[in-house]
T-cell receptor
């Protein structure tokens, strides 16, 4: 059983299009995240939600809009896609918001490979 | 200076070798430290947490030096299956920051 699942795994789309990536976790975690990993393998947080509430919003263009209908789901919508948006987007979740002590850890989904052409 | 810095490698070592990776971090208020492993085209997965007194998990040993602001990972008796990218991860101000990783290639 996949703990954190995201779809689609691969997405090739043209500049200017709008696309969504969906994420679901079945771990009962309170907190979910979106990370972006670029071509240089730099993994950077974009957003974090705790119980459907936005708690981290890094410097991300307004074209990126997360939506959390419930604590088990966190979707990412991207408007007007640009070439520079090409990257791997990882969804993740953790049990306790931002507390990674005592072995508490963050679990990642398998990633969504987005290519904008 | 980057928040978390690692030598990107690759480190090419023969099976059975011992290899060590270092990672430096810039924020002296960092609270927690981890090593994650990421296989090619896969998601990162927790390898081990790093505790102040140092800790060991089988062939893997992690050390923390707060004074010099670096952490290390030692892998003994390398296996082919250890080939991956090892990400240094630091928690500060309630946020996890990932290094860009050190790539390890273990060969026959």
């Amino acid at each position: 059983d996949t703990a954190v699942s995201q779809t689609p795994k691969y997405l090739v789309t043209q500049m200017g299009n709008d696309k969504s990536i969906k994420c679901e976790q079945n771990l009962g975690h309170d907190t979910m995240y979106w990370y972006k990993q670029d071509s240089k393998k730099f993994l950077k947080i974009m957003f974090s939600y705790n119980n459907k509430e936005l708690i981290i919003n890094e410097t991300v263009p307004n074209r990126f809009s997360p939506k959390s209908p419930d604590k088990a789901h966190l979707n990412l919508h991207i408007n007007s896609l640009e070439l520079g948006d090409s990257a791997v987007y990882f969804c993740a979740s953790s049990q306790v918001s931002l507390d990674f002590s005592s072995g508490n850890t963050i679990y990642f989904g398998e990633g969504s490979w987005l290519t904008v052409v | 200076r980057k928040e978390v810095e690692q030598d990107p490698g690759p480190f090419n070592v023969p099976e059975g070798a011992t290899v060590a990776f270092n990672c430096t971090y810039s924020n002296s208020a960092s609270q927690s430290f981890f090593w994650y492993r990421q296989d090619c085209r896969k998601e990162p997965k927790l390898l081990m947490s790093v505790y102040s007194s140092g800790n060991e998990d089988g062939r893997f040993t992690a050390q923390l030096n707060r004074a010099s602001q670096y952490i290390s990972l030692l892998i003994r008796d390398s296996k082919l299956s250890d080939s991956a990218t090892y990400l240094c991860v630091v928690k500060a101000a309630s946020k996890l920051t990932f290094g860009t990783g050190t790539r390890l290639q273990v060969t026959l």
